[in-house]
C-alpha cells in the first residue's frame, strides 16, 4: 500500500453531481480530483429542464453560484408547464422556485466553470477510468490511457451506466418496466409558442410515455419523446421516427411545425427509474 496516495477524494464524472460534490468540498482542504472520459463543452442528450429545487441546493452552498448561472446564455426562465391531454384538452401548472432550461451542452460546461473559478479542485478531461480496483485504505482507479491515480474516496457521479456503480454492485439485467427510452431534436422557428412555459402532449396510442416541447433560449427549442423501455420492446416503436411522425401530424404540433427547421439529428437516449 502506498503511503501517500495521489487524492484524498476522487470525483468520477464531472456532470452535475460531480461539479456539485466539487463545489460543496470547496474550502475542506481536502485535495480534490475531479474527471470526466469527455472534454467539454459536451453534449448531453437531456430534456434540458433544470429542476428549481437544483438551483436551490446550489443557492444553499452559496448563491453566488446561482447567481453566476442566472448570466448563462442561451436559457429561458420557466414559469409554467401546460399539459395536453389526447382529447386536446389542458392546464397549466406553475411553478413557484424560479428555475430555467438551458441545453447541457452550455449548462454543464457552466458547472464546470464554476468549479474552476470557485475551487482548487483538479481537473482532468478526456480521462475515461477503465477500471477501479478497492481496498481497505485506499481506491485505485485505472484509466483508459494508462494513468494510474490513488484517492482514500472514490465518489461515483458518472451517470446510469457508472463505471464505477458496476465496480460495487453487479451489473442488473435491464428491467424494461422500470427503464425508459427517449430520443429528442433541437427545433428553431416553432409557432404557437411561449417563452417561460414547457409543454407536455399525451397521446392515447403510448399512455406510458408523452412528448414534450421545452424553449431553451435563443428562438431554440428542445423537442422530445420518451416512453417505458418495455412499451417501445413489445410494439416494436422506432423512437427517432415517431418523434418526427409525431410533430407532423398530432392535432396540437402539426401547424406549430410546417415552418419549423430541425437543427440536427434526432439522438436517443437511456434512463434507468429504479
Same mark, same amino acid.
Given at each position: ?39 467539454? %463543452? ?27 448561472l442566472w448570466e448563462l446564455e442561451p436559457r429561458d426562465e420557466v414559469r409554467r408547464s401546460r399539459i395536453v391531454a389526447p382529447s386536446g384538452a389542458s392546464f397549466y401548472m406553475h411553478w413557484n422556485l424560479r428555475t430555467f ?34 481496498? %481497505? ?34 451489473? %442488473? ?61 413489445q410494439h416494436k416503436v422506432d423512437l427517432k421516427q415517431l418523434l418526427l411522425d409525431t410533430v407532423a401530424t398530432h392535432p396540437e404540433l ?21
Amino acid at each position: 500500500m502506498p503511503t501517500e496516495v495521489d487524492y484524498d477524494i476522487a470525483l468520477v464524472g464531472a456532470g452535475p453531481a460531480g461539479t456539485a460534490a466539487a463545489l460543496a468540498l470547496r474550502g475542506s482542504g481536502l485535495r480534490v480530483l475531479l474527471l470526466d472520459k469527455a472534454a467539454f %463543452p459536451r453534449d448531453k442528450i437531456c430534456g434540458d429542464a433544470v429542476p428549481g429545487h437544483a438551483l436551490k441546493a446550489l443557492r444553499q452552498l452559496d448563491p453566488a453560484y446561482v447567481d453566476a448561472l442566472w448570466e448563462l446564455e442561451p436559457r429561458d426562465e420557466v414559469r409554467r408547464s401546460r399539459i395536453v391531454a389526447p382529447s386536446g384538452a389542458s392546464f397549466y401548472m406553475h411553478w413557484n422556485l424560479r428555475t430555467f432550461n438551458s441545453p447541457r451542452l452550455d449548462f454543464d460546461a457552466a458547472l464546470l466553470g464554476l468549479v474552476r473559478r470557485f475551487t482548487d479542485t483538479e481537473i482532468r478531461e478526456n480521462a475515461s477510468l477503465k477500471t477501479l480496483e478497492i481496498t %481497505p485504505d485506499y481506491a485505485h482507479l485505472h484509466l483508459a490511457d494508462g494513468t494510474a491515480i490513488t484517492a482514500r474516496l472514490v465518489i461515483g457521479c458518472d451517470g446510469a451506466n457508472s463505471v464505477v456503480g458496476r465496480r460495487l454492485l453487479p451489473e %442488473p439485467r435491464l428491467a424494461r418496466a422500470h427503464h425508459s427510452a427517449g430520443v429528442r431534436a433541437y427545433f428553431e422557428n416553432v409557432a404557437g409558442t411561449e417563452s417561460g412555459t414547457t409543454e407536455f402532449f399525451f397521446s392515447q396510442n403510448y399512455l406510458a410515455g408523452y412528448c414534450w416541447l421545452f424553449p431553451v433560449g435563443a428562438g431554440r427549442y428542445n423537442v422530445g419523446l420518451g416512453m417505458l423501455s418495455e412499451l417501445v420492446a413489445q410494439h416494436k416503436v422506432d423512437l427517432k421516427q415517431l418523434l418526427l411522425d409525431t410533430v407532423a401530424t398530432h392535432p396540437e404540433l402539426a401547424g406549430r411545425f410546417r415552418e419549423a427547421r430541425q437543427l440536427g439529428p434526432v439522438l436517443g437516449f437511456g434512463l434507468p427509474m429504479g
